[in-house]
């Protein structure tokens, strides 16, 4: 398509913003952050180059938009695996596992969240107050019966952020194949895993 067609051409997205950043998801997910550009993105949604500088300024700004919508995605996916269950203790595993689950399924949008993240030195304040993390801080407070002190049940929550980000970064190695295997499969094993990790004993008998 040339360039002129393109400019010309009507933008039937309806929002070319999450248009773009669903293109840059698409770009990352198949061809990884070093094909990624502004005109890469603008050749994927089918708009002209110019269009994507009408949202982002640069990369960068396209790259904390793919950010923002990862962490939302991942929340969404944290609160569904929460209500799955009435089982309170199982909440903790069900999420452990939806993290998991999504970092796999998702590893170059994964990778930008943190990338992102990391550059800043802290987490996004939305997953902190109420997203991602607040839905395990949420629900080792409801094991706890509302009754954990803010240090333990923050200490809680990080462990709980940190046992999911390590299992995440190690679910494809050959080592865990044979556990795998006799578990009935690699989401079993995550929730063994999570299972006997027995994280939150403290909490539970503090509360």
């Not at 997205?13 to 997910?29: M, N, P, Q, T």
């Not at 407070?141 to 970064?169: F, K, P, Q, R």
């Not at 679910?171 to 299972?195: D, P, S």
Request: hydrophobic share 45%; aromatic share 8%.
């Amino acid at each position: 398509m040339s360039n002129a067609a393109a400019e010309s051409r009507p933008y039937h997205h309806g929002d070319l913003s999450r248009a773009l950043v669903d293109a840059a998801r698409k770009i990352l997910e198949s061809e990884g952050p070093a094909a990624l550009s502004l005109r890469a993105v603008a050749r994927e949604a089918g708009v002209s180059p110019a269009a994507p500088y009408h949202h982002f300024k640069d990369k960068n700004e396209l790259l904390e938009a793919v950010a923002h919508e990862g962490w939302e995605a991942l929340d969404e996916a944290l609160a569904k695996a929460r209500v799955s269950t009435d089982d309170k203790r199982a909440r903790m595993s069900n999420i452990g596992v939806a993290y998991v689950c999504f970092a796999r399924d998702n590893p170059a949008l994964y990778r930008v969240m943190y990338d992102r993240s990391r550059d800043k030195d802290a987490l996004p304040e939305k997953a902190k107050e109420d997203g991602a993390y607040c839905q395990v801080r949420e629900t080792i407070n409801e094991i706890g019966g509302g009754h954990v002190s803010d240090i333990d049940l923050e200490l809680a929550t990080i462990a709980a952020w940190c046992a999911g980000h390590g299992l995440a970064e190690m679910i494809g190695f050959k080592h865990f194949a044979g556990l795998k295997a006799q578990l009935g499969g690699e989401e079993a094993f995550l929730r063994a895993v999570f299972e006997h990790l027995g994280m939150f004993a403290k909490v539970i008998d503090r509360a």
